[in-house]
């Protein structure tokens, strides 16, 4: 699942409500939502579900999501929430109570190219590389630590040109070929910011900071920006 329908969001909006002071968590099980009691020792502010509600959710249908609630505090996932993600391998939902804000993230890579919430360290331009590279070439790119959310604007953060050569990539002239990676440099003196050429003519997917995922046509601006292009050994 993608997106939440309106249904889905009215009923987790309610549950939180009414767990308010504790944050609520629960699960969707084949679309409908599944309220489990907050395990943890701080249900203000964090939330755990106990392992028998896990099975119980199994052994109802299919898991198509984790959620919760945030009471206060940033309207985002926190950096917790993001490596219990991944951990657990299921997409989570979370509702910021104060802005009655969802939020959406996919570990599992089948996230849609286009049009994926930006959550730095899940669904970020590195993120979506990795997703590229796993379902179109079978290629399993390793995932790298991101510590805080603006780290790539240090200028002494150089996570893509430590690693790319371990990760199989060489240096080409120019992107002509499907999965050729562009690896730019946006208001930073290192390179922060990657795309990846779709194999539709000219164009490429790339997400940027705080915006949906999309597909650019590659040239002018985001030339001028790319330092480096990079093609994959297999590919």
């Not at 969707?28 to 099975?55: L, Q, R, W």
């Not at 590195?126 to 997703?131: G, M, Q, S």
């Not at 630590?145 to 603006?150: D, I, L, Q, S, T």
Request: aromatic content about 12%.
């Amino acid at each position: 699942m993608n997106q939440l329908s309106y249904r889905l969001k009215k009923a987790i909006a309610y549950e939180a409500s009414q767990c308010a002071p504790e944050e609520c968590c629960g699960f969707i099980v084949d679309g409908e939502i599944m309220p489990c009691k907050n395990a943890h020792n701080s249900p203000e502010t964090n939330f755990a579900i106990a392992a028998e509600d896990y099975a119980r959710a199994e052994e109802r249908g299919k898991i198509e999501a984790i959620y919760h609630s945030h009471i206060g505090g940033i309207d985002a996932f926190s950096m917790h929430d993001l490596k219990a993600c991944k951990q657990c391998n299921v997409p989570w939902v979370m509702v910021h109570i104060p802005s009655n804000n969802f939020h959406y993230i996919d570990p599992t890579g089948n996230a849609p190219y286009e049009g994926r919430e930006w959550t730095y360290g899940l669904h970020d331009c590195y993120a979506l590389l990795r997703d590229f590279y796993a379902r179109e070439f079978n290629i399993q790119l390793d995932d790298f630590e991101r510590k805080h959310g603006e780290e790539w604007l240090n200028p002494e953060w150089s996570m893509f040109l430590e690693n790319y050569e371990s990760q199989g990539f060489y240096e080409v002239g120019r992107p002509d070929k499907k999965g050729d990676m562009l690896l730019m440099r946006m208001q930073s003196p290192q390179p922060n910011h990657v795309g990846v050429m779709n194999g539709n003519g000219a164009c490429f997917y790339h997400h940027l900071s705080n915006r949906l995922s999309q597909s650019s046509v590659y040239g002018g601006y985001w030339a001028k920006v790319t330092v480096k292009v990079l093609r994959h050994k297999d590919v």
